[in-house]
């Protein structure tokens, strides 16, 4: 992978495990209910985007459930590293291609 691709798959992989951590203290806290939404960060290539995406928890475990999946703004997506494979009222989830897949798997939380 070029070193600009890199650099970005693993921007992605750093707000996903950011994102692992608010899904741990969200389950974790007694005020936030079950199936309520939870603000998790844009997980797009850009190191310096601070937007949210808002999601339940039930929702993001199914975008966990495939590691090549990540939630990002609408007009956040890089059509050179993914495509977009869905539309939510809130993000979109993005699936990522050849060399940034395979980051994507190597780098996932467990």
């Known amino acids: 992978m070029h070193g600009r691709d890199a650099r970005l798959a693993h921007n992605e992989s750093l707000f996903r495990r950011a ?14 209910a079950p199936g309520a939404p939870i603000a998790f960060y844009c997980e797009c290539a850009n190191a310096d985007c ?3 995406v ?6 993001y475990e199914a975008l966990r459930s495939d590691p090549t999946h990540f939630a990002v703004v609408d ?8 495509r977009v494979v869905e539309r ?3 993000y979109l989830i993005v699936e990522k291609l050849g060399d940034a897949a395979r980051t994507a798997i190597a780098e996932q939380p467990s």
């Open 50 to 52: 601070t937007e949210r």
């Open 19 to 32: 994102n692992e951590r608010i899904s741990q203290h969200a389950e974790q806290r007694p005020d936030v």
């Open 75 to 82: 007009g956040h997506e890089f059509p050179e590293l993914e």
């Open 88 to 90: 939510r009222a809130s």
């Open 54 to 59: 808002t999601m339940t928890e039930l929702e």
